[in-house]
Nanobody, 112 residues
């Protein structure tokens, strides 16, 4: 049974930073592509960032230069470092494994 447990969300002021973590179990983590998606109120889910098994990364244009995805295969964990946060980054963030397994989501709110 695949489990993805996100942590690190919360409320932050514009310009601030947060780091999301996603601990995975039930998969061979090191060979899986991992990703973060998000869904803002009233909008469709969108890809934020993706990292392959060889650590190649892809980012949405809206987060390039501000967000960094990384992975620690020894800890079966993927991270999303989010800097220079904007109100439009407010959303529920989801960890996704192998393009098909989704975590429960975690709220990120950027507001003063």
């Amino acid at each position: 049974q695949v489990q993805l447990v996100e942590s690190g969300g919360g409320l932050v002021q514009p310009g601030g930073s947060l780091r999301l973590s996603c601990a995975a179990s039930g998969i061979i983590f090191s060979i899986n592509t991992m990703a973060w998606h998000r869904q803002a109120p009233g909008k469709q889910r969108e890809l934020v960032a993706r990292i392959t098994s060889d650590s190649s990364t892809t980012y949405a244009d809206s987060v390039k230069g501000r967000f960094t995805i990384s992975r620690d295969n020894a800890k079966n964990t993927v991270y999303l470092q989010m800097n220079s946060l904007k109100p439009e980054d407010t959303a529920v963030y989801y960890c996704v494994a192998s393009y098909k397994y989704w975590g429960q989501g975690i709220q990120v709110t950027v507001s003063s």
